[in-house]
């Protein structure tokens, strides 16, 4: 018996919420084994589903990430315990797989408090209970046996991929008109926090002649950037938007100049996957490499005038770059990300 906890998902699904949802359902099709732990049973239709309270979904916001741990503390069993995320469970008997898909709470503290206590007071010393441990990257996987002290052996690389249905190319001046949104413009998908960095583009904005739209900027941030672009006198190309549905992404990515990712930061970079696959060409930093490969450009973190620069070398090359990104999506699938977590399942088992 293998007990998949799906917890981390909901109906507003990001960077987690995303995998999970994917990987589960690809799981599903491989073993007949497998309970679905959920509050969100239509996530997972036909699965054998064991319910959980719906105050755990993360939509409901810190205090759901508090519920959450505590109910999996009263989880017992002597099957697999296979997590698609970070946490531990004190009274399962049988193995554990965890899923750690990188370290943001050790590197960023202050953004992550209540979270790097939770890695440094609790992961780290009950770590010995687990018995495999699944990450999205090899950076993450150097950061994860350094912080843990774990032996590499027990870390397994299984890189994400991307909705091969939902993400696919489309004529960009359609996808623009069905916007509304007449002006070329960049992208970036995933601004949540100051650390993504979106601010490094705004600063270049009045060197270019594109708008810029952020999705999914926490209010925080997006006050900040409207300040910033205020000051910068580019408030009124700068378009902040908070939470896009997935199913309004495809077109947002097919009507981009290009998507730009300046995160200092990243396990992996989904986003990067979903851009190319849409044939929207992407500008990106050294931190998600292991996504974009040969088939991006990239710039530095730090400084606005390497965006610029990088816009204006795409300017130049856009057909290279959509073709080049075209072809390195071909090398992801949830299938074989599942297939790989299928086969540590089987040998813990």
């Known amino acids: 018996m293998i007990l998949a906890d799906t917890l981390i998902a909901d109906d507003r699904p990001m960077g987690i919420g995303i995998y999970t949802i994917n990987v589960v359902r690809q799981l599903l099709r491989l073993r007949e084994d497998m309970t679905v732990l959920t509050h969100s049973p239509e996530l997972f239709p036909g699965a054998r589903i064991r319910l959980a309270p719906k105050d755990t979904a993360p939509k409901y916001g810190k205090g759901a990430a508090v519920r959450r741990l505590l109910y999996i503390q009263r989880l017992t069993g002597r099957g697999i315990l296979y997590r698609t995320y970070h946490s531990i469970s004190l009274l399962w008997r049988g193995p554990q797989v965890i899923t750690v898909h990188d370290i943001q709470p050790i590197i960023l503290p202050d953004k992550y408090r209540e979270q790097a206590y939770l890695y440094r007071f609790f992961l780290r010393p009950f770590i010995w209970k687990v ?117 309004e992404l495809p077109l947002l990515y097919a009507g981009a100049f290009a998507l730009v990712f300046p995160s200092r930061y990243e396990g992996f970079g989904l986003p990067v996957l979903e851009a190319m696959a849409s044939g929207c060409p992407v500008i990106g930093t050294d931190t998600v490499v292991e996504a974009g490969g040969d088939a991006i450009l990239y710039a530095s973190p730090d400084d606005p005038d390497s965006w610029v620069e990088a816009v204006r070398q795409l300017e130049t090359r856009r057909d290279e770059f959509v073709r080049r990104g075209l072809e390195r999506v071909k090398s992801f699938s949830w299938e074989r990300t599942a297939g790989q977590v299928n086969r540590v399942l089987s040998e813990v088992g």
């Open 131 to 247: 018995d495999r441990i699944i990450t999205v990257s090899e950076r993450s996987k150097a950061d994860i046996v350094e912080f843990f002290r774990v032996k590499p052996e027990r870390v397994l690389v299984a890189y994400p991929s991307y909705d091969e249905e939902l993400f696919r190319p489309m004529d960009g001046s359609e996808a623009r008109r069905r916007l509304g949104f007449g002006r070329p413009y960049l992208l970036m998908v995933g601004a949540r926090y100051r650390y993504k960095n979106a601010h490094v583009v705004v600063r270049a904005l009045p060197k270019l002649p594109y708008d810029f739209i952020v999705v999914g900027a926490s209010d925080e941030y997006a006050e900040f950037l409207r300040e910033l672009a205020t000051s910068l006198g580019v408030s009124e190309r700068v378009h902040l938007r908070g939470y896009v549905p997935r199913e």
